[in-house]
């Protein structure tokens, strides 16, 4: 066995730089919290580094993948990371037997059901079937679609264990991590800290201006903090107390942002907001509605009633042609029929007995006694010729 020397400074910024940087995973190993990573994405990481780069009479140190397996091989012996190997966590017995048995249950169920089917089924038309394929398939275009919540997949659990053989091989091995160092960012925070709490503790020695300073400054954040807590519970009474007198109908907020997770100046904006929810509002919605709707309806009937009314037209300025000659006789006929029908509501209401005659009936009566009057004469003309 070959000893295993400290890291130089140039391993220890390649892991580093493979610890913040490739992406990783937690989980549980031997009872501890642990991150780990897949070779084949470090592979990758680092190709992309600064370190496969070639720089100014210098070689790249990563060209290949090769060559970064070789150096990841180096990092695993100087115990940065150790190799790890998955196991996948196994259901008890007893669920597994309860699934066969269950399993076993629908399919005799689905075998009796379709012995069914199969025998009261085949007096239905194909119409019918084809009906249920549509449904189906409307069905799974509904729940295809975005805006409906999809089935979890399940996963398998698995834990990690250590392996046996430490050799770092490129492709979907696992790799916890070891190296543990700590990040920029998180120092000078902690640094902060530091300083802050030490320039607190000796307040007493500060100059004079800075702890009248810092004392004003102190009163007017309380103020402030104070001031939005008064105005919090005060738009809710107030809220409280119009909705209690107009009976629930009037919802007014008096900066409905103040508490929201918005940022300073937009929980200040709006103002305030007003609601009125009562029977007018519903009604309104519903009237609103109807009307878009209504306009909808119009607008695409229009186009049809223009068309139907334009033949129209066509068909009565052909009609009105052919009975303009029959139109004067016509209207004739129905005045004198009106008169005639005036004249005999007006001798009945008088209560006068007599009958209409017309002037057709007054000649024929005129030219019978006419004829009537000439035999009369003829017959005094006969006697007295006779005598002679």
């Known amino acids: 066995l070959q000893e295993v020397g400290e890291p130089f400074k140039e391993e220890k910024a390649v892991a580093k730089y493979l610890r913040f940087n490739c992406p990783t995973k937690s989980t549980n190993m031997m009872g501890h919290r642990v991150d780990y990573f897949i070779a084949s994405k470090a592979v990758d990481c680092l190709l992309d580094s600064k370190w496969a780069k070639a720089k100014k009479g210098e070689e790249a140190l990563f060209t290949t993948r090769e060559s970064v397996v070789d150096y990841c091989n180096r990092l695993l012996k100087k115990q940065f990371f150790h190799r790890a190997l998955k196991v996948m966590k196994m259901k008890p017995d007893k669920d597994t037997k309860k699934e066969k048995e269950k399993g076993k249950a629908e399919s005799g169920k689905e075998e009796e059901k379709k012995s069914k089917k199969e025998s009261g089924k085949d007096e239905k038309s194909k119409k019918e079937k084809e009906k249920k394929k549509d449904g189906e398939k409307e069905e799974c275009k509904k729940d295809e679609t975005p805006g409906t919540p999809k089935k979890k997949e399940t996963k398998r ?214 004829c009537e009057e000439e035999e009369e004469e003829d017959r005094e003309s006969r006697p007295s010729h006779e005598k002679s």
């Open 157 to 370: 659990k698995f834990k990690l264990e250590p392996h046996e053989d430490q050799l770092f091989l490129d492709g979907n091995e696992v790799y916890v991590w070891i190296y543990d160092p700590v990040h920029f960012k998180t120092f000078a925070m902690g640094l902060v800290l530091v300083i802050a709490v030490i320039a607190a503790t000796l307040f007493p020695l500060w100059p004079a201006e800075m702890r009248v300073g810092v004392y004003y400054l102190s009163v007017g954040a309380g103020c402030f903090v104070a001031s939005i807590l008064l105005l919090a519970v005060a738009r809710c009474i107030l809220f409280l107390i119009i909705w209690l007198i107009t009976g629930g109908r009037h919802h007014f907020w008096f900066l409905p942002n103040l508490t929201a997770d918005v940022g300073f100046i937009d929980s200040f904006r709006p103002l305030y907001t007003h609601e009125y929810k009562g029977p007018k509002a519903d009604s309104k919605k519903e009237e609103k509605s109807e009307s878009k709707k209504q306009q909808k309806y119009d607008s695409e009937e229009k186009s049809d009633s223009e068309k139907k009314e334009e033949e129209d037209g066509k068909t009565e300025a052909t009609r009105n042609l052919g009975t303009e000659g029959s139109g004067g006789e016509r209207h004739s006929d129905t005045d004198s029929d009106r008169r005639e029908d005036d004249r005999s509501q007006h001798s009945s209401g008088n209560g006068n007995d007599f009958e209409m005659i017309t002037k057709e009936e007054l000649e024929q009566q005129t030219d019978e006694g006419d």
